[in-house]
């Protein structure tokens, strides 16, 4: 079982909750997660001194792997010449020197691809097709029981519920690549609210039988929160094991002094119970911690 913390677009500068920060610090210190992803926007104009204020915040979170990517305002927006000659100079001072990432920690392998497009897109962001080929080499190999996941700042699917969210150019491109590479959880931000689904309800895609869990966290720690989550505060938990992957989803408020759960949502890896021939005999199609049997005890 793999518990991984993913937050996401905490904004340092003038959005930044700091009593939300700490609160967030202390639940990441009670529930030692095994891995933190963090998926971009770290700062609200990618100034120095937001930057130098987010190390400081990284640092007093535990000391566990942790995977970052940056957003897109994690590059200078009106700095234009900032923009165009050196877009992560900042970010890849105080951040992560690499942009595209690959960590492996024991069960999961976890590659993390810069989706900002400083030139172009600003703030749409754009996924190119050569790291699609650097992702596929990463997971090349991997075992089929480790899990995979991907990790980008801007979503590869719209919340069903949320108008105005298109997802990047060419991100069905992007699913079908990841959908063949077997990539069993993508996170991501950017939404400033969750989305916790299945890729198969959003893209149906180039293979109905593997679907790709989508965990979206919202802003995590600043008053960017938008839709149902205005002015809130999430992010998620991700629990994982060689069948289920359990996300968990975690709201601020400041009446319980931190962050509490909302839902929870249960899904088997790509979509369905694994099927060998020996466990249709079985009959374990079933969630095997909660014992919820999707199929009948004479399967
Ligand atoms: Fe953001």
């Given at each position: 079982?793999?518990?991984?913390?993913?937050?996401s677009?905490?904004?340092?500068?003038?959005?930044?909750?700091?009593?939300?920060?700490?609160?967030?610090i202390?639940f990441?210190?009670?529930t030692?997660?095994?891995?933190?992803?963090?998926?971009?926007?770290?700062?609200?104009?990618?100034?120095?001194?937001q930057?130098?204020?987010?190390?400081?915040?990284?640092?007093r979170?535990?000391?566990?792997?942790?995977?970052?990517?940056?957003?897109n305002h994690?590059?200078p927006l009106?700095?234009?010449?900032?923009?165009?000659?050196?877009?992560?100079?900042?970010?890849?001072?105080?951040?992560s020197?690499?942009?595209?990432t690959?960590?492996?920690?024991?069960?999961?392998?976890?590659?993390?691809?810069?989706?900002t497009?400083?030139y172009?897109a600003?703030?749409?962001?754009?996924?190119?097709?050569?790291?699609?080929?650097f992702a596929?080499k990463?997971f090349?190999?991997?075992?089929?029981?480790?899990?995979?996941i991907?990790?980008?700042h801007?979503?590869?699917?719209?919340p069903?519920?949320f108008?105005?969210?298109?997802?990047?150019?060419?991100?069905?491109r992007?699913?079908?690549?990841?959908?063949?590479?077997?990539?069993?959880?993508i996170?991501?931000?950017?939404?400033?609210?969750a989305?916790?689904?299945?890729?198969?309800?959003?893209?149906?895609?180039?293979?109905r039988?593997?679907?790709?869990?989508?965990?979206?966290?919202?802003t995590?720690?600043?008053?960017?929160?938008?839709?149902?989550?205005?002015?809130?505060?999430?992010?998620?938990?991700?629990r994982?094991?060689?069948?289920i992957?359990?996300?968990?989803?975690?709201?601020?408020?400041?009446?319980?002094?931190?962050f509490?759960?909302?839902?929870?949502?249960?899904?088997?890896r790509?979509?369905?119970?694994?099927?060998?021939?020996?466990?249709?005999?079985?009959?374990?199609?079933?969630?095997?911690?909660e014992?919820e049997?999707?199929?009948g005890?004479?399967?």
């Amino acid at each position: 079982m793999i518990t991984l913390l993913h937050i996401s677009d905490i904004h340092f500068g003038p959005p930044y909750y700091p009593e939300v920060g700490t609160a967030l610090i202390e639940f990441a210190h009670e529930t030692g997660p095994d891995v933190i992803v963090a998926s971009g926007d770290f700062t609200q104009r990618a100034k120095e001194e937001q930057f130098r204020a987010v190390r400081a915040f990284l640092d007093r979170l535990p000391e566990v792997p942790r995977v970052v990517t940056p957003g897109n305002h994690d590059v200078p927006l009106y700095r234009v010449g900032e923009r165009l000659m050196d877009p992560y100079r900042y970010y890849r001072q105080y951040i992560s020197n690499e942009l595209d990432t690959v960590t492996t920690v024991p069960g999961a392998v976890i590659v993390a691809l810069n989706s900002t497009a400083p030139y172009r897109a600003v703030t749409n962001g754009r996924i190119h097709s050569w790291q699609l080929e650097f992702a596929r080499k990463a997971f090349e190999g991997t075992s089929p029981e480790d899990q995979r996941i991907l990790v980008a700042h801007h979503h590869f699917a719209p919340p069903p519920d949320f108008e105005g969210a298109d997802a990047m150019p060419k991100a069905k491109r992007a699913i079908d690549a990841f959908t063949r590479m077997r990539v069993d959880l993508i996170l991501g931000g950017h939404l400033h609210r969750a989305y916790i689904g299945n890729s198969l309800d959003v893209y149906s895609g180039v293979d109905r039988e593997h679907g790709i869990v989508i965990a979206q966290s919202g802003t995590s720690t600043s008053r960017r929160g938008r839709a149902r989550e205005r002015e809130k505060n999430t992010f998620n938990v991700v629990r994982l094991d060689a069948r289920i992957i359990r996300v968990t989803h975690y709201m601020y408020f400041a009446p319980a002094g931190g962050f509490v759960p909302t839902s929870r949502h249960i899904f088997f890896r790509g979509g369905r119970p694994s099927m060998t021939p020996e466990e249709a005999e079985e009959g374990a199609f079933y969630f095997d911690h909660e014992r919820e049997r999707v199929r009948g005890a004479d399967a």
